[in-house]
């Protein structure tokens, strides 16, 4: 197993498009979360699942962001009609129960 | 409201010689600390973790401390090689909550 994938690698879009991120944690991990990570900050908690269900929700998740995670294995993350705000690292960890998390490389978002 | 602080945004350091990164923490609630370590274009990955029932942690050269009643710890690194120039994140949590709160990050640059 390689590790936590996410792609793509960069998304550049312009403002007020949906544009949606995918993750593929490790295989059996069953601990899914996504961060973002601003310029000069540390990476910020979106949300996380357990298996296929969605258990904890930042504030810092809008109604225009959706993340679901079916079956139990990938993950996306949409993110409609985009803000230039949004612009961040979209980081997506894995792990198997609460042991240490494993973070994918990340998606890079730029919103013009 | 940053319950985790990194206060030094860089620091530099002679190659063989101790790297010492500190942290400090608002949250009383937290009793679970991670080190992770970034490279650019790459994920955070997983350093060395402490549990509030210690106050140090030792993996091979790094060694984490953990001063409850100060709310601080601390990340030593002996000695410091060029490969262990990269962004540090100090991150915390608590039982019940599977989130990570993130520091700001120190740039440790090594100096040949």
């Known amino acids: 197993d390689t590790g936590v994938s996410q792609n793509p690698r960069h998304k550049i879009t312009k403002r007020g498009q949906n544009v949606t991120f995918r993750c593929d944690p490790i295989?059996?991990?069953?601990?899914l979360y996504w961060y973002r990570q601003t310029l000069g900050q540390g990476p910020e908690f979106l949300t996380y699942?357990?298996?296929?269900?969605?258990?904890?929700k930042s504030r810092l998740l809008s109604d225009r962001f959706s993340a679901e995670r079916p079956k139990g294995s990938f993950s996306t993350l949409e993110i409609q009609r985009t803000e230039q705000g949004d612009s961040a690292m979209y980081l997506c960890a894995s792990s198997l129960d609460n042991e240490k998390l494993f973070f994918g490389s990340g998606t890079q978002l730029s919103v013009l | 409201d940053q319950q985790v602080k990194q206060n030094s945004p860089s620091l530099s350091v002679q190659e063989g010689r101790i790297s010492i990164l500190n942290c400090d923490y608002t949250n009383s609630m937290f009793d679970y600390f991670l080190w992770y370590k970034k490279y650019p274009a790459e994920g955070p990955t997983f350093l060395i973790s402490i549990s509030s029932i210690k106050d140090k942690n030792e993996d091979g050269r790094f060694t984490v401390f953990l001063n409850k009643s100060a709310k601080h710890l601390s990340l030593h690194i002996v000695p410091s090689q060029p490969g262990d120039s990269a962004v540090y994140f100090c991150a915390a949590s608590f039982f019940g909550n599977e989130k990570l709160t993130f520091g700001t990050g120190t740039r440790l640059t090594i100096i040949p």
């Open positions: 699942f357990q298996n296929e269900a969605q258990l904890e």
């Open positions: 295989s059996e991990h069953n601990r």
